[in-house]
């Protein structure tokens, strides 16, 4: 049961749109609307950003927005800002194990 | 929504351990509870989700057989356990509110630190 793909890092400049991409299987985020997003900033506690493919909880800015496409999910964050620096991670149901799976984190970095 | 986790713990190999997250402000009974590891400098790893209703576990296969999660529905705790600690335990372990893989809440994560 491998790791959904994630890019090891990308970067943009401040003001910027910048996407993320996650790549599954149909066993998982092609199969399921069960795929969410998380920040994490180095030692802190990951924050939810997105959860049900593109569904924000409350307190979320509307610059994160997530969608997905056939095995592949994507977050995209419009115009950058330096605080979003850290590293990002989906994760989805897979439902041949009936548990989550994480995808390996891609780094921002925020020129 | 709150998950309190214990505190941190310092172990040395072939010692065992379990550690704790309590929750609160939810109906914890009906509600599905992971762990997540997250290793030095690595990513986030589901290990296992467990129903405290029924008390169905799930483990992630890599996590079989190496821990045991299990849960006190009398005061709303889900514990991590280990029977016996390896240095590549050493890890932040985050208790998780889960739904299908979406993680709703996070604990405050606890450090578990194997070393001789």
């Known amino acids: 049961q491998s790791a959904l793909t994630q890019p090891r890092s990308v970067s943009g400049s401040l003001g910027q749109s910048l996407t993320f991409s996650c790549t599954g299987t149909?066993?998982?985020?092609?199969?399921?609307?069960?795929v969410s997003w998380y920040q994490q900033h180095p030692g802190k506690v990951p924050k939810v950003l997105i959860f049900?493919?593109?569904q924000r909880p409350s307190g979320v800015p509307d610059r994160f927005s997530g969608s997905k496409s056939g095995n592949t999910a994507s977050l995209t964050i419009s115009g950058l800002q330096a605080e979003d620096e850290a590293d990002y991670y989906c994760s989805s149901y897979a439902g041949h194990s009936a548990i989550g799976l994480f995808g390996g984190g891609t780094k921002l970095t925020v020129l | 929504v709150q998950l309190v986790q214990s505190g941190p713990e310092v172990k040395k190999p072939g010692e065992s351990l379990k550690i704790s997250c309590m929750g609160s402000?939810?109906?914890?009974?009906?509600?599905?509870m992971g762990w997540v590891r997250q290793m030095p400098g690595k990513g986030l790893e589901w290990m296992g989700v467990?129903?405290?209703?029924?008390?169905?576990?799930r483990y992630r296969p890599s996590f079989q057989g190496q821990v045991t999660i299990s849960v006190d529905k009398s005061i709303n705790t889900a514990f991590l356990q280990w029977s016996s600690l390896k240095a590549s335990d050493t890890a932040i372990y985050y208790c998780a509110k889960e739904s299908y893989g979406d993680v709703e809440y996070w604990g405050q994560g606890t450090l578990v630190t194997v070393s001789s």
């Open positions: 149909s066993s998982d985020v092609g199969g399921y609307n069960f």
């Open positions: 467990i129903f405290p209703y029924d008390l169905t576990v």
């Open positions: 049900a493919v593109s």
């Open positions: 402000g939810f109906d914890f009974g009906t509600s599905y």
